[in-house]
């Protein structure tokens, strides 16, 4: 059964999980097609949350330069580097080269506000200042969106409820390569977590 909460613009956050070159444009190693489809939703959102200042966080998953337990799960870093600080790789739908752990430039943070955490593993909250960063905002709820549904935006879900964080996932912003597990998990949440709105239906409750 799905549960549900109040939130407001004044104490809500927007989190976009991963939504790096190394995840989305054409040639890329850790490719998640369906993560382009949800770009206008994302953008949605992000006009959104800007227009009404509220705060903004962007996450970078970093795999760093040398061999670390979670490379067992991902051979692609070490075969392609991918999502490795400093290391640029060239995208055929941008036609150039990119930092390859950069946020997209459909999305690129671009204010002095915007925040940017980098992590080295999959949840947003682990290991990361994302907490403290909602704190001093005073934000008692997020809205998480991104890639990949069921690994960092699911474990990003679960930490944040941990924290006692009100989790908002938004579903049409959200993507995977396996529809049966992103149905799976944005039930899970629904259920267990936190609530799954549409960016559409969340923009409507805010405003």
């Known amino acids: 059964m799905s549960r549900t909460f109040e939130f407001t613009k ?73 999502c490795m600080r400093g290391y640029e790789r060239y995208y055929p739908d941008i036609d150039k080269k990119e930092q390859c752990a950069d946020i997209i430039e459909e999305l690129k943070p671009i204010l002095p506000d915007d925040y940017v955490i980098e992590k080295y593993h999959y949840s947003s909250f682990r290991n990361t200042a994302l907490i403290d960063i909602l704190r001093s905002e005073g934000a008692d709820a997020v809205i998480v969106t991104g890639t990949v549904t069921q690994i960092c935006v699911e474990d990003t879900a679960h930490d944040g409820f941990a924290e006692g964080v009100k989790v908002i996932v938004a579903s049409d912003c959200v993507s995977t390569w396996d529809p049966s597990q992103q149905k799976a998990v944005l039930e899970n949440v629904a259920n267990k977590y936190g609530i799954v709105m549409t960016s559409d239906e969340i923009i409507r409750k805010l405003k």
Do not use: Y
């Open 10 to 82: 004044e104490k809500t956050a927007l989190l976009i999980v991963d939504l790096q070159n190394d995840f989305c444009r054409q040639g890329a190693p850790l490719l998640v097609e369906e993560a382009l489809e949800t770009i206008p939703a994302n953008k949605k959102l992000l006009t959104f949350a800007r227009e009404n200042n509220m705060p903004v966080i962007f996450t970078k998953f970093i795999t760093g330069k040398k061999a670390s337990w979670l490379w067992n799960w991902s051979p692609e870093i070490e075969s392609s580097h991918c």
